[in-house]
């Protein structure tokens, strides 16, 4: 993606969900450094907009999401992100409906992802959806994370059934 990193930051901590709006805008120009498969191979601060299904982060915080930590999975993390899904084009959907969009498809996969449904999961589920802003450059994408908040996670939560 060559457009600013900006998104909607949505948690759902089991069993409250909260939003979180977007913040300030960066370049998309920092990427983590990846080996022939895709994997990220050292810890980096990276735009948000490259963080790619089977990437682990460090610690996600409310409110803005330009930036994260991208750390390789077999270290110590707090999220990976399991699922995607791209948009059709058209205008802006709005944040209600795109939360929910999200809200729809980030809990069908994570119970394909995980092994069970998130209201029974020790984990908790973020949301990256687009803004108005990055709406109007081209991002469409939908990114699910679901990791824990106190970190501590190695290796991959697929299949792990908690």
Known sequence: MNHPA???VRRVALPLALLFAAGSMVSCSSEAPRNSAGEVTASAVAAAASIKVGDCTGELKEGSLSTADLVPCAQAHYFEAYASKTLTDGD???EESLRKSADT???????TF???GSNDSTYVVFHLTPVAETWATGDRQILCLAGSEKGGL???LKGTEK
């Open 92 to 94: 802006f959907p709005g």
């Open 6 to 8: 900006k998104a909607s």
């Open 114 to 116: 995980v092994g069970v």
């Open 105 to 111: 498809y980030c809990n069908d996969q994570f119970e």
């Open 154 to 156: 190695t290796g991959s």
